[in-house]
């Protein structure tokens, strides 16, 4: 693998990556502390991808760029790649700002939409009985519990309507054609750019240069086995040139496409080694996540822990190599076949 450069983007710059793709960050408040964003040229306007968190920072970081970054040119398309509050979280402002469609993947909105509005006591009865169920208990199923829904916190309300997109379609950006490749596993319907002519694809969170993108089960969908659908779109997104440029949204584009899903698939094919390894006897999710993880992590890691472990936990079930069976309370109990 191999930087495409190493500098980049200061707050409230843009910075132009490949002809016509400007590159921005924009912070998050949390250990992953950044996400890249991206501005097509387009005409006498901008195809914007993905949004930032919806803070006051974030807000105000826009308005410096559209004072000074936008050439005078107008935002004329907003495209979210999934539904994750860092991505999405701006899209119901800047479309208002900019009088402008939100374009997602149906899958993606639907998420967006029902997390925003799903707030109430019922949700977080629903939150606390998934992580009872994964073995979570005293202060820390009290914590989670408190936690509830944060996603709604995380974004502007989002936008009632929007543009469907689905796999296979295309944009045609500043004279360029841009094909929609979906990922899955990540996220439910995950949006990927891939230009051709421009040898380039906007991957998302689908791929990422330095850390493993999250594939996790979680409350809404408690029997999902997502890693499956994260290892087929590796297989599917190898197909793609050697040369590709991958605009990730987290860490700094590269080269090295083919390498880079190698070593995603080499590294779940590990921990799912690992945590077979760790299935004798009978435990709780939550005990064998510190099997994955047994490094400290803070209250937003720890759910991103337990969702990593459910995912993984039941690939190998779906393997039949790990068996799942319930206490008279309901906590799930797994080990090896």
Not at 10 to 35: D, K
Not at 238 to 244: G, K, R, V, Y
Not at 284 to 304: G, I, N, R
Request: one cysteine or more; a negative charge.
């Amino acid at each position: 693998m191999e930087k495409l450069r190493d500098d980049i983007p200061q707050r409230g710059e843009v910075s132009e990556i490949v002809p016509g793709v400007y590159w921005l960050r924009m912070p998050l408040p949390f250990v992953l502390n950044h996400i890249n964003l991206w501005l097509l040229a387009d005409g006498d306007g901008w195809t914007l991808v993905d949004t930032g968190l919806n803070t006051d920072e974030i807000k105000s970081l826009w308005r410096q760029l559209f004072a000074t970054a936008l050439d005078g040119r107008p935002i004329t398309r907003l495209i979210v790649t999934h539904f994750h509050p860092d991505h999405a979280g701006l899209a119901g402002w800047l479309t208002e700002e900019w009088g402008v469609d939100l374009w997602m993947s149906q899958n993606e909105w639907l998420h967006a939409r029902m997390l925003s509005m799903d707030t109430g006591p019922e949700m977080t009865a629903l939150i606390a009985d998934f992580y009872r169920r994964a073995g979570c208990s005293g202060e820390l199923l009290a914590q989670l519990e408190a936690r509830g829904n944060t996603y709604a916190s995380r974004v502007v309300p989002i936008p009632r309507a929007y543009r469907r997109i689905r796999d296979g379609m295309g944009f045609d950006i500043g004279g360029h054609h841009w094909r929609v490749l979906v990922g899955r596993g990540h996220a439910p319907e995950h949006v990927c750019l891939h230009c051709a002519e421009l040898d380039t694809i906007i991957a998302g969170d689908q791929i990422l240069p330095k850390i493993s993108p999250v594939v996790g089960v979680y409350f809404s969908e408690p029997e999902a086995e997502p890693l499956s659908d994260f290892l087929a779109t590796i297989a599917n997104l190898q197909n793609l040139p050697a040369s590709t440029r991958v605009l990730p949204s987290h860490g700094i584009p590269f080269v090295g496409v083919s390498e880079r899903l190698s070593q995603l698939a080499s590294h779940h094919e590990a921990r799912l080694e690992h945590l077979l390894a760790g299935c004798t006897g009978q435990h709780t999710a939550a005990e064998l996540a510190k099997v994955l993880f047994p490094q400290e992590l803070d209250l937003h890691q720890t759910q991103f822990a337990l969702g990593e472990t459910l995912a993984h936990l039941h690939h190998l079930m779906h393997r039949g190599q790990v068996r799942r069976q319930s206490r008279a309370d309901g906590v799930h109990l797994y080990a090896a076949a």
